[in-house]
């Protein structure tokens, strides 16, 4: 298996935890929510390091970079409801499935981008909003 198919494996396992995540906070399973981002986290991690041995492998960079991908900024109160969780999670599985078409293009640090706009913890307090 090449070192860019372990990194398109770990962004599916990402987007497959991400869409239980927004399963769980659909049903109200905050407990088990706030346990599958703790998986989520961790394919994540995995990703990005992957992604970093790619732009190794590569060498020198030759594409430039993109902006970020921004995730959302809400301007009014904080998120309190399954609805805005939920949202959050969509936008996440968005980022994820950029990131995997990034990295098929060997578009490492815009894939790397792509998931770092997405590590905000934003989805974390959301969810333990709705728990409290």
Do not use: H, W
């Not at 497959?16 to 994540?44: E, M, P, R």
């Not at 009014?76 to 990131?99: G, M, Q, Y």
Request: glycine share 4%; with cysteine; hydrophobic share 40%.
């Amino acid at each position: 298996m090449t070192t860019k198919s372990i990194c398109i494996q770990d962004l599916n396992a990402a987007i497959a935890f991400a869409k239980q995540l927004k399963v769980n906070i659909a049903q109200g399973k905050y407990k088990q929510a706030i346990d599958g981002i703790s998986d989520l986290l961790f394919v994540l991690g995995r990703a990005l390091t992957c992604i970093n041995r790619l732009e190794f492998i590569r060498g020198k960079k030759t594409i430039p970079s993109i902006a970020p991908i921004p995730t959302a900024k809400s301007k009014t109160a904080p998120a309190r409801n399954r609805a805005e969780c939920i949202r959050l999670v969509d936008l996440a599985i968005s980022n994820f499935e950029t990131a995997k078409r990034f990295v098929q293009q060997g578009r490492y640090e815009d894939a790397e981008n792509a998931i770092a706009a997405t590590l905000t913890g934003k989805i974390l307090r959301c969810v333990n909003r709705l728990r409290s």
